[in-house]
């Protein structure tokens, strides 16, 4: 969904909530974003980033389901354990595709519905030639939509996202007297939510994407990267859907790293954990992954729970 790259930082402090992780380092960056299979765990206790689950109480890798209220076999410390070491991987990540967007909800809109089932390249280059071509979203949905799918044809499936685009604009339109989603920068995050995945086009994926970069509300969109390593590493289940996923996110990242912690996870998506060949010798995250356990990268032994 989205390229990123890097920028400055200092590290801050983080409680956790559900106390078993005490006053762990989070790795947060100031200036960024802000923004399994096939074991059986065990929690061995190592001291670092304790991932608050007690011995026993681990869910299974194989089939993803844990014991925290959550639903994952993690707890929220150990989400956080994962967060610091992957931000030691990629401190100081952004998202470039949505970034230049930050704090323009309807432009973030546009662009992640463009991102939908393409690359950032091509998804940036048609909201470069739909900006270029319309002075306004108000020309786009007013002037005949074969210009628009003209302008979108570089980025592919122009005529469905011409009409999801102009569906979702019409209905901004409709419900605000004007092509905006400024009233929601008052509005509870939920009820924000509810109302983005109401719009024709927009899902669970697309309604965080607009939360986090065009409202600065906390939110963590699960793409196909995300959906990939959480179920590898026996965060979600192997057949547990996005949506479910994005859930399970939701409810266990602190609202602090929500936004960092997407986007670096984006990052080790495509740069280390990639569908085809997981760089599993080299992550940092391999000694409590299900998938490089299944795959004999590790010894043959229980995962451990830090
Ligand atoms: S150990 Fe391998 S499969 Fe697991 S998260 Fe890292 S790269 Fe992905």
Same mark, same amino acid.
């Given at each position: ?91 100081? @990540? ?7 967007f ?6 973030v809109?546009? @662009? ?24 306004d ?81 906390? @939110? ?25 996923v ?33 760089k ?22 229980p995962?451990?729970?830090?």
């Amino acid at each position: 969904m989205t390229k990123h790259t890097t920028k400055s930082a200092h590290v801050l402090k983080h409680q956790c909530k559900d106390g078993s992780g005490g006053n762990q380092d989070l790795g947060i960056r100031q200036g960024s974003q802000g923004t399994g299979e096939g074991c059986q765990g065990t929690s061995l206790g190592t001291g670092h980033g304790n991932l608050g689950i007690s011995q026993g109480s681990l869910g299974t890798c194989q089939d993803g389901s844990g014991s925290s209220q959550s639903g994952s076999r993690f707890s929220q410390s150990g989400i956080i354990d994962l967060y610091n070491k992957i931000s030691k991987l990629y401190p100081e @990540a952004h998202s470039e595709l949505l970034e230049p967007f930050r704090g323009n909800p309807v432009d973030v809109l546009v @662009a992640t519905i463009l991102s939908q089932a393409t690359n950032d390249t091509l998804s940036k280059r048609a909201f470069s030639e739909l900006k270029a071509q319309f002075h306004d979203w108000e020309s786009v949905l007013v002037e005949d939509p074969c210009n628009v799918e003209a302008a979108l044809a570089c980025g592919g499936l122009q005529r469905q996202k011409t009409k999801k685009i102009r569906s979702a604009l019409s209905k901004l339109k409709q419900d605000f007297g004007d092509i905006t989603l400024g009233p929601l920068f008052d509005w509870p995050k939920q009820k924000s939510m509810e109302y983005l995945t109401s719009l024709p086009g927009v899902g669970p994926k697309t309604a965080a994407c607009v939360l986090a970069f065009g409202l600065g509300k906390p @939110a963590f969109p699960v793409d196909t990267h995300i959906l990939r390593i959480a179920r590898r590493l026996g965060l979600a289940g192997k057949k547990q859907n996005a949506s479910s996923v994005q859930n399970m996110f939701e409810n266990l990242v602190p609202d602090e790293i929500k936004m960092p912690f997407h986007i670096m996870l984006i990052h080790h998506g495509r740069e280390m954990c990639s569908s085809r060949k997981p760089k599993c010798m080299s992550c940092p995250l391999k000694e409590t992954c299900c998938h490089a356990q299944e795959a004999g990268t590790l010894p043959n032994e229980p995962i451990e729970a830090r």
